[in-house]
């Protein structure tokens, strides 16, 4: 599991409460907290010059990367068994991170500087391995929780209900879009779509074999133009304002989540279906393309639209009361969505 520390000197009070949910350590000028343990680890950051009078043994260092020597210099205190390497760069990025990961994993925990969630996600994809973990010294505030939302992905599980189907209509043509993402999913995983912010049906990828066109795992056949989902697990989109590049949230019916790339989006003109289904004293409704390849995801696997019928169980997710502000959600706002 990756790990996330996070420079604590300049955060507001604001984002206390996250830190101590989802972070594992904090820094405070040069000493590391561990919030698990409240063990303090005072931070080494020796010099070329000093370097080999330093005792590393078990030690945290930082270490800023410049040039060859710095970067052996990381090397050789990984080998003399230092704990932590915390790693900052002042050129070059990847590269140097390549070299480290490739040369010292299992030997030391190598931790890269971060300053935003895109630089986070970089450190822990680079070289497909990643560093072992990020420390954030956020350039804005947001940016705790978007780096929260790569970096602990497990942690952050959406609550999943199953809801009772109530209806189902045909409704004739209409624009649905396909999203193509760059990665594979599994039986159970899709994205979730709604017509209502407060509701979202998960719906299942194109994961299944059939007698009549290839399974396609990487694709979410997500609905409707007009429909919602998340664009990260604290905003939602329209399916029609994705294009390629852009991140959608993928989940399975525990509610685990995690980040998937667009690769294109494929809206076309195809026969409709609207779903209704109750939870919660409350009706929620979501529009999918009506065809057979279509499955939402139930309880004990997932069913095509077309099959649905009144009284059959679907996994949704309720999303917070109130209202939303382009995609924001406003919970004290009263708002009525039919």
Same mark, same amino acid.
């Given at each position: 599991?990756?790990?996330?520390?996070?420079?604590?000197?300049?955060?507001?009070?604001?984002?206390?409460?996250?830190?101590?949910?989802?972070?594992?350590?904090?820094?405070?000028?040069?000493?590391?907290?561990?919030?698990?343990?409240?063990?303090?680890?005072?931070?080494?950051?020796?010099?070329?010059?000093?370097?080999?009078?330093?005792?590393?043994?078990?030690?945290? /260092?930082?270490?800023?990367?410049?040039?060859? +020597?710095?970067?052996? +210099?990381?090397?050789?205190?990984?080998?003399?068994?230092?704990?932590?390497?915390?790693?900052?760069?002042?050129?070059?990025?990847?590269?140097?991170?390549?070299?480290?990961?490739?040369?010292?994993? %299992?030997?030391?925990?190598?931790?890269?500087?971060?300053?935003?969630?895109?630089?986070?996600?970089?450190? +822990?994809?680079?070289?497909?391995?990643?560093?072992?973990?990020? +420390?954030?010294?956020?350039?804005?505030?947001? !940016?705790?929780?978007?780096?929260?939302?790569?970096?602990?992905? !497990?942690?952050?599980?959406?609550?999943?209900?199953?809801?009772?189907?109530?209806?189902?209509?045909?409704? %004739?043509?209409?624009?649905? #879009?396909? #999203?193509? &993402?760059?990665?594979?999913?599994?039986?159970?995983?899709?994205?979730?779509?709604?017509?209502?912010?407060?509701?979202?049906?998960?719906?299942?990828?194109?994961?299944?074999?059939?007698?009549?066109?290839?399974?396609?795992?990487?694709?979410?056949?997500?609905?409707? /133009?007009?429909?919602?989902?998340?664009?990260?697990?604290?905003? &939602?989109?329209?399916?029609?304002?994705?294009?390629?590049?852009?991140?959608?949230?993928?989940?399975?019916?525990?509610?685990?989540?995690?980040?998937?790339?667009?690769?294109?989006?494929?809206?076309?003109?195809?026969?409709?279906?609207?779903?209704?289904?109750?939870?919660?004293?409350?009706?929620?409704?979501?529009?999918?393309?009506?065809?057979?390849?279509?499955?939402?995801?139930?309880?004990?696997?997932?069913?095509?639209?077309?099959?649905?019928?009144?009284?059959?169980?679907?996994?949704?997710?309720?999303?917070?009361?109130?209202?939303?502000?382009?995609?924001?959600?406003?919970?004290?706002?009263?708002?009525?969505?039919?």
């Amino acid at each position: 599991m990756k790990e996330l520390w996070i420079e604590t000197s300049k955060n507001s009070t604001e984002s206390t409460d996250l830190i101590e949910q989802y972070c594992d350590a904090t820094i405070e000028g040069d000493t590391a907290i561990f919030l698990a343990t409240k063990q303090q680890h005072s931070i080494l950051s020796p010099s070329t010059e000093n370097f080999e009078k330093t005792n590393v043994q078990n030690k945290i /260092l930082k270490i800023c990367i410049s040039d060859k +020597l710095t970067e052996n +210099l990381i090397v050789k205190a990984a080998e003399k068994g230092a704990s932590y390497l915390i790693i900052s760069t002042t050129n070059w990025r990847i590269i140097p991170l390549e070299n480290l990961i490739a040369r010292i994993r %299992g030997k030391s925990k190598l931790i890269a500087e971060v300053t935003t969630a895109e630089e986070a996600k970089i450190a +822990l994809e680079t070289l497909e391995l990643g560093t072992d973990g990020v +420390l954030l010294k956020p350039s804005q505030p947001e !940016e705790i929780m978007k780096t929260i939302t790569i970096v602990k992905p !497990e942690a952050l599980k959406l609550e999943m209900v199953a809801a009772n189907v109530v209806a189902t209509k045909p409704i %004739g043509n209409g624009a649905r #879009v396909c #999203v193509d &993402t760059c990665d594979l999913m599994t039986p159970n995983e899709g994205m979730l779509v709604g017509s209502q912010s407060a509701g979202l049906f998960l719906v299942e990828a194109e994961v299944n074999e059939n007698p009549y066109v290839a399974s396609r795992p990487f694709r979410v056949n997500a609905g409707s /133009l007009s429909m919602y989902t998340l664009g990260n697990l604290q905003t &939602t989109r329209y399916l029609q304002e994705f294009k390629a590049g852009d991140e959608v949230v993928i989940a399975n019916r525990d509610g685990k989540t995690r980040r998937a790339n667009v690769g294109r989006i494929k809206i076309e003109v195809r026969p409709l279906i609207l779903v209704e289904a109750q939870v919660e004293n409350k009706l929620i409704k979501t529009i999918l393309q009506n065809a057979e390849t279509i499955r939402v995801v139930t309880p004990k696997g997932s069913k095509p639209v077309t099959e649905l019928k009144q009284g059959d169980e679907v996994i949704v997710h309720l999303a917070a009361k109130g209202g939303r502000h382009f995609g924001t959600s406003v919970p004290d706002e009263t708002v009525i969505e039919k």
